[in-house]
């Protein structure tokens, strides 16, 4: 393994930040077939995990406020509500970062899932209170479960940032 590289904030906040909002640009495109239309994914959420897993930082929170406030934006949801609920997950993750390390993939994906079930969980539950009326419990569902398996692009954003972080060394 050659020696550790810094974390350029360039590569490892804002290349995923482009990805993600123009994975969420392209997904939202009016394209159907079979009468189905394509899942829409809350792509933010791959690095709101990845990002508390790489390390800890203070400009992570931000970067994932702006994605937040980018999708209600596109979205048209109530401000704030991405953000905070990116936040969630991204603090949920961090608090467990520890006990993350040197998990396998399979482990990972399923704490990912679950910081994927509490964000989403907390999206509810913010619509809830906002509106005053219950969001459709399918459609959160089949939304969850096309996140969960954005997993992979996790993994990935992972393994390309490890080496940054003393733990891994």
Known sequence: MTGARPLNPGRWLGVPMLFVVLATILFAAPIRMWGLQLPEPVFAMVPAFAWA???PSIL?????LLL?????TFWGGPTGLWGLSLLVAY???LAVRN???GQSRPMLWVWYAGACALSMTAGFLFTMMDSL???????VFWQFL???LLFPFAHRLIDRFEDADVRFR
């Open 53 to 55: 897993v790489i390390r």
């Open 68 to 72: 937040g406030l980018f999708l209600d």
């Open 133 to 139: 009326a219950m969001p459709s419990l399918v459609a």
């Open 99 to 101: 006990m993350l390390t």
């Open 60 to 64: 992570a929170p931000f970067a994932l």
């Open 146 to 148: 096309a996140t969960a």
């Open 91 to 93: 603090a949920s993750v």
